[in-house]
């Protein structure tokens, strides 16, 4: 796959063990645009913004967006639950509302990346 | 009943580890922690409790997600804890523990203890400002800001904020049973309330949601001032925590606010300043809202003036 100027090239795929989440595209105040994470060896991007409220942040600390089981994406305003790979909440708040979803794309040596124009 | 505010919060968690790390960034002291739990102290010894979630000593969960298992608050004497036993004794069960404390349930199924308080009384100045004409000064030649002077500590447990799916029944009992008072109200969530034996304009507050979302908003620490609140936000962001809401300052009730994610399910937030009331203070309501919530709201600058790098187009943001 040839990147192009829309390609925003975040990670390889090795950079994140299974049931990790990593931040990218911070702002000033240290919160991210977007997460990835991978779950059973999967790459999925959401929106740093948990449904409960607009554009609430989700991590408790930097790039620690999951669950201490590492089963579910969690919002740790409240405690909200996510299915990693569909984005549903499944408790808390905003039960059955589903994250925004961010497309990620990984090529043939494992470069993963976003769209710029899935995220203006 | 002489109830001065709250003693410790339980939580029961999965990761016992980062949990530790992140109440000991927040400043409290770590006290007798090990790999299953201990406690986390502010300045006059009231604390934040962990356990693992599997540990069968603490009440289990309400459900939820809700880590919460179980709130102390501390009264002035034996004499309250009596009153209370006899006062619950009525229409639930109470139970005695090992400690002197007992144990019992509130009204929207959160269980609740009483001991009879341990706290340290604090002597240490809060902050002082310099203001032309003031009868209050800070000492000549002492600093407000000391950057170098250690970590930010806090002073005291402040209030526990619950989401209940009664708010009328839950402010019933602890108004009627409890004692505690109504100081302020936002219309449609719930009410501030003050226990007997504080001045507080709050120990608890309550809003009401649905039954699915029972459980803890936010709950906080006293600090020494605005500025230990600003210099100890801002210390916990530099280490990658994220800020939910702040720094400001609410209305009812004047503290300032920083809120912060955390790995509890709930706001953990950094207080400072709250009005004191007594009996001659009459309760207000407002509807429920941003604008009814903060007097101001402060937003951090990276860069805050041109300088020797600024482009020709003079940019400096």
């Given at each position: 796959m040839m990147l192009t100027e829309n390609d925003v090239v975040l990670c390889h795929v090795d950079d994140l063990k299974e049931g990790d989440t990593k931040g990218f595209l911070?702002?000033?105040?240290?919160?991210?645009?977007l997460f990835v994470v991978k779950f059973n060896d999967e790459f999925y991007g959401w929106r740093?913004?948990?449904?409960?409220?607009?554009?609430a942040p989700m991590?408790?600390?930097?790039?620690?967006?999951?669950d201490a089981k590492k089963q579910h994406v969690a919002c740790?305003?409240?405690g909200a639950l996510f299915e990693?790979?569909?984005?549903?909440?499944?408790?808390?708040?905003?039960?059955g509302k589903t994250l925004e979803k961010v497309p990620v794309y990984v090529n043939s040596i494992g470069m993963v990346s976003i769209l710029l124009t899935d995220i203006n | 009943m002489k109830i001065v505010g709250l003693e410790t919060i339980i939580f029961g968690v999965e990761d016992v580890a980062s949990c530790a790390t992140f109440l000991t960034d927040y400043g409290l002291f770590p006290v007798n922690v090990t790999e299953t739990g201990g406690r986390f102290e502010a300045l006059d010894g009231t604390a934040v409790v962990l356990a693992h979630a599997?540990?069968?000593?603490i009440p289990a969960s309400i459900g939820n997600?809700?880590?919460?298992?179980k709130t102390v608050m501390g009264v002035a004497d034996t004499a309250t804890i009596q009153a209370i036993t006899e006062e619950l004794s009525k229409d639930r069960e109470v139970r005695q523990l090992a400690d002197g404390s007992i144990e019992s349930t509130d009204d929207s199924g959160f269980v609740i203890g009483f001991q009879v308080t341990t706290r340290k009384e604090l002597n240490l100045a809060g902050e002082i400002s310099n203001v032309?004409?003031?009868?209050f000064q800070r000492p000549?030649?002492?600093?407000?800001?000391?950057?170098?002077?250690g970590p930010i500590r806090p002073r005291t447990l402040s209030h526990i904020v619950y989401f209940v799916p009664d708010p009328v029944k839950a402010e019933a009992f602890y108004v009627e049973r409890l004692g505690f008072r109504c100081t302020d109200r936002f219309e449609g969530a719930g009410p501030f309330l003050q226990p007997?034996?504080?001045?507080?304009?709050?120990t608890h507050f309550l809003i009401g949601a649905p039954p699915f979302m029972q459980g803890v908003e936010h709950f906080t620490f006293h600090f020494g001032g605005p500025t230990e609140v600003m210099q100890n936000g801002y210390q916990f962001i530099e280490k990658g925590y994220q800020a939910f809401w702040g720094p400001g300052r609410h209305i009812m009730g004047s503290n300032w606010f920083w809120y912060f994610n955390s790995p509890f399910a709930c706001h953990i937030e950094m207080d400072a300043d709250m009005d004191l009331h007594d009996q001659n203070w009459s309760p207000r309501a407002f509807p429920m809202g941003a604008d009814n919530s903060q007097a101001f709201l402060l937003r951090y600058r990276s860069k805050w003036s041109p300088g020797k790098d600024t482009p020709h187009n003079g940019d400096y943001e």
């Amino acid at each position: 796959m040839m990147l192009t100027e829309n390609d925003v090239v975040l990670c390889h795929v090795d950079d994140l063990k299974e049931g990790d989440t990593k931040g990218f595209l911070e702002n000033e105040a240290g919160q991210d645009l977007l997460f990835v994470v991978k779950f059973n060896d999967e790459f999925y991007g959401w929106r740093n913004a948990c449904p409960h409220v607009n554009n609430a942040p989700m991590a408790w600390r930097k790039d620690a967006y999951m669950d201490a089981k590492k089963q579910h994406v969690a919002c740790h305003a409240h405690g909200a639950l996510f299915e990693p790979g569909s984005g549903l909440c499944i408790q808390g708040p905003c039960l059955g509302k589903t994250l925004e979803k961010v497309p990620v794309y990984v090529n043939s040596i494992g470069m993963v990346s976003i769209l710029l124009t899935d995220i203006n | 009943m002489k109830i001065v505010g709250l003693e410790t919060i339980i939580f029961g968690v999965e990761d016992v580890a980062s949990c530790a790390t992140f109440l000991t960034d927040y400043g409290l002291f770590p006290v007798n922690v090990t790999e299953t739990g201990g406690r986390f102290e502010a300045l006059d010894g009231t604390a934040v409790v962990l356990a693992h979630a599997s540990d069968k000593s603490i009440p289990a969960s309400i459900g939820n997600g809700c880590m919460m298992r179980k709130t102390v608050m501390g009264v002035a004497d034996t004499a309250t804890i009596q009153a209370i036993t006899e006062e619950l004794s009525k229409d639930r069960e109470v139970r005695q523990l090992a400690d002197g404390s007992i144990e019992s349930t509130d009204d929207s199924g959160f269980v609740i203890g009483f001991q009879v308080t341990t706290r340290k009384e604090l002597n240490l100045a809060g902050e002082i400002s310099n203001v032309p004409g003031s009868p209050f000064q800070r000492p000549v030649n002492h600093r407000a800001v000391q950057l170098e002077a250690g970590p930010i500590r806090p002073r005291t447990l402040s209030h526990i904020v619950y989401f209940v799916p009664d708010p009328v029944k839950a402010e019933a009992f602890y108004v009627e049973r409890l004692g505690f008072r109504c100081t302020d109200r936002f219309e449609g969530a719930g009410p501030f309330l003050q226990p007997a034996g504080t001045l507080d304009h709050h120990t608890h507050f309550l809003i009401g949601a649905p039954p699915f979302m029972q459980g803890v908003e936010h709950f906080t620490f006293h600090f020494g001032g605005p500025t230990e609140v600003m210099q100890n936000g801002y210390q916990f962001i530099e280490k990658g925590y994220q800020a939910f809401w702040g720094p400001g300052r609410h209305i009812m009730g004047s503290n300032w606010f920083w809120y912060f994610n955390s790995p509890f399910a709930c706001h953990i937030e950094m207080d400072a300043d709250m009005d004191l009331h007594d009996q001659n203070w009459s309760p207000r309501a407002f509807p429920m809202g941003a604008d009814n919530s903060q007097a101001f709201l402060l937003r951090y600058r990276s860069k805050w003036s041109p300088g020797k790098d600024t482009p020709h187009n003079g940019d400096y943001e």
